[in-house]
């Protein structure tokens, strides 16, 4: 998921000279993040135009599959349904960079957090490129009544590499996106909870990365934080920091920072880890081929994650080895707790930010089952 809402950050930049200049140029990140994409696969039209129809027609199905299986309801059944959109990469990536301008604006990222006009745009747009073609959906929940992304070329792209039933495979995505949906309408506090974690981060008197949106690829320490000047001022550096520049951007955190991206993290855990439990839950009922699916996808994920050289660097760098982890960790945290106390002692963790998971009791589901049901 990708947090993004309509806004900017222009009223709020503080320029040089007394002039207002935003921390990134979004109108031209928009036009470069489009033209950065890699194009996606071969396909004749009238396979384009299946990949696309199934799609949407999965949308609703995995809706009402979700609610049935989660047992999970939205908080206002009045509130309007999230809108679903089946994309091209060239249009998730413009949709992404206006879900960035919208979260730096609704966090309150200080200008001078970033790189400033065209080199932020150009920073925002080679990272979207890059991620562009192993995104199959997103929800983003941003937005007011959020918005769907299914990303057609990759869904076709993947569902080729693994040898999958077609429809089977369109279906399975779609729950997926369709679960971080159903978690936001039956948790709407979650947006503002995760506003707050990220002001947080970001606040004023922590570390000032000057180039939060060009993470550097390093082969020696998985991933640096690029900082003009090769490095950070003597009073930013963080203990354990190499001489010149910073090991991981933990080393830009402070204690209290550490702290939320900790509670940050868990969260993302059990969003992702509940998505992927309800996925496969659906049962072969529904998809008949849902266990080869999984068993083809974890093995395509391993074997990602398992690349060397620069693309391991770029994952590293990219968080999207994190990015498994959190898959990985809190399904398990799920099903551990569904064990426990079934599936509406669950959708207790959706009640309130208190009942959240920390990242120690996504480790340890048995401890988290005893402070929230005692």
Excluded at 308 to 323: E, I, T, W
């Amino acid at each position: 998921m990708t947090p993004g809402a309509p806004g900017g950050d222009r009223a709020a930049a503080r320029g040089y000279g007394g002039r207002v200049q935003p921390a990134v140029d979004w109108d031209l990140a928009a036009r470069l993040a489009a033209r950065a994409v890699r194009s996606g696969p071969a396909a004749t039209r009238a396979e384009r135009a299946a990949v696309v129809a199934d799609l949407r027609a999965a949308a609703p199905v995995a809706a009402e599959h979700v609610a049935r299986i989660t047992r999970m309801a939205p908080a206002d059944p009045a509130a309007p349904a999230h809108d679903v959109r089946v994309v091209d990469r060239a249009s998730w990536a413009r949709a992404n960079v206006r879900a960035l301008q919208g979260l730096t604006a609704r966090v309150g990222v200080p200008a001078d957090r970033g790189v400033r006009g065209t080199a932020g745009a150009g920073q925002v747009a080679a990272v979207l490129g890059l991620l562009s073609g192993a995104v199959l959906g997103q929800y983003d929940p941003w937005g007011g009544r959020g918005t769907l992304l299914l990303v057609a070329p990759n869904v076709l792209a993947v569902e080729r590499s693994l040898g999958v039933d077609t429809a089977d495979f369109r279906l399975w995505v779609t729950l997926h996106e369709q679960t971080h949906a159903q978690q936001f309408a039956s948790a709407p506090w979650l947006v503002d909870h995760l506003t707050e974690r990220l002001r947080v981060l970001l606040a004023e008197e922590g570390p000032r990365p000057r180039r939060p949106w060009g993470p550097r690829a390093d082969a020696g320490s998985g991933g640096d934080v690029a900082r003009d000047g090769g490095g950070p001022a003597p009073d930013e550096a963080a203990p354990g920091a190499r001489a010149g520049r910073p090991r991981s951007l933990l080393d830009l955190l402070d204690p209290r920072q550490r702290v939320v991206l900790d509670e940050v993290g868990a969260v993302m855990a059990l969003l992702e880890g509940h998505a992927d439990v309800t996925m496969d839950a659906v049962g072969r009922s529904v998809v008949p081929s849902v266990r080869r699916i999984r068993r083809r996808f974890e093995a395509r994920r391993d074997g990602a994650a398992g690349t060397g050289g620069m693309r391991r660097a770029l994952r590293a760098a990219l968080g999207m080895d994190v990015k498994l982890a959190q898959y990985r960790e809190g399904a398990a945290f799920v099903r551990a707790v569904r064990r426990r106390v079934g599936t509406d002692g669950l959708n207790a963790v959706w009640a309130s930010a208190g009942a959240l998971p920390t990242a120690a009791e996504i480790a340890d589901p048995a401890a988290w089952v005893r402070r929230v049901h005692g």
